[in-house]
């Protein structure tokens, strides 16, 4: 099912409407809209399970891919009692048989679709889920270079973002942005991972969180790069799974009626 929304006054009738269903009714991913903040229309797959006042987490995919980086993954959030947004960013691609839109709008608009354009794209998505859909704690949760971004959501955004999860972080931006700089910045709790070879790429970064609620997970096999490394396709991903779990079980889940 798609839903349109758009943040114009006329449409914003149809968003409460959506918002307001019966639990069982909401039982199901939908496929919605909303415009990025440069007006370019961003692709997203809601899951909304629980109650308002639950954690909210919204994903973002790795580069080259599509919101179907989460296709798995969704569901077991929802199990966990969290409910879920992953977008298309405009920088991305196709991956688990789901075409990011986001990015074919942009082409086709000739827009520019590097990492670094992508980051209004996450904004608007968080800006999206904190109007129409969270009334509890809200998360974000990056895969590669989106995982480095959504350190910057949440120094940018710190009355807004209360978590991070980053997968494969690292300084993938050049001079145009140090996130080493910007992780300083961050105070709330965060969850950094990786492959196991990938690590020297993101220490630096956690090493300037001031937050007392840091903290990361190196796997003892070689890992995966990226939020794929919790697919059940590697052997391995048990062991991401439980030290996700263990961190969204302290900061938020305990939390969730607050």
């Not at 690292?170 to 300083?184: M, Q």
């Not at 970064?205 to 001031?210: K, L, V, Y």
């Not at 190196?218 to 890992?223: E, L, V």
């Amino acid at each position: 099912m798609r839903l349109q929304i758009a943040l114009n006054p006329s449409m914003l009738i149809g968003a409460f409407i959506w918002i307001g269903m019966s639990h069982a009714e909401a039982k199901e991913t939908k496929t919605i809209t909303f415009p990025s903040l440069d007006k370019l229309e961003v692709t997203a797959d809601v899951s909304v399970v629980h109650d308002s006042s639950a954690p909210f987490i919204v994903l973002f995919h790795q580069a080259g891919w599509s919101r179907g980086e989460y296709k798995e993954i969704m569901p077991k959030l929802n199990a966990l009692g969290f409910n879920c947004m992953a977008i298309d960013q405009r920088s991305g691609g196709k991956v688990n048989g789901v075409k990011n839109e986001t990015n074919a709008r942009a082409t086709k608009a000739g827009k520019p679709a590097e990492y670094l354009d992508a980051y209004q794209d996450l904004q608007a998505a968080l800006n999206f889920a904190h109007t129409h859909f969270a009334t509890g704690k809200l998360i974000v949760w990056g895969s590669s270079y989106s995982a480095a971004l959504v350190i910057k959501l949440a120094a940018d955004n710190p009355g807004i973002v209360d978590g991070v999860l980053s997968f494969s972080p690292g300084e993938y931006f050049g001079n145009a942005l140090s996130v080493g700089r910007v992780a300083k910045k961050v105070q709330c709790p965060v969850f950094i991972t990786s492959a196991k070879a990938e690590r020297g790429n993101w220490l630096p970064i956690f090493s300037q969180m001031p937050s007392s609620g840091k903290q990361f997970f190196t796997p003892k096999t070689a890992g995966n790069h990226g939020s794929r490394a919790l697919w059940s396709k590697f052997e391995d991903s048990d062991s991401y799974w439980q030290a996700v779990t263990a961190f969204l079980k302290l900061h938020f889940i305990a939390k969730a009626g607050e």
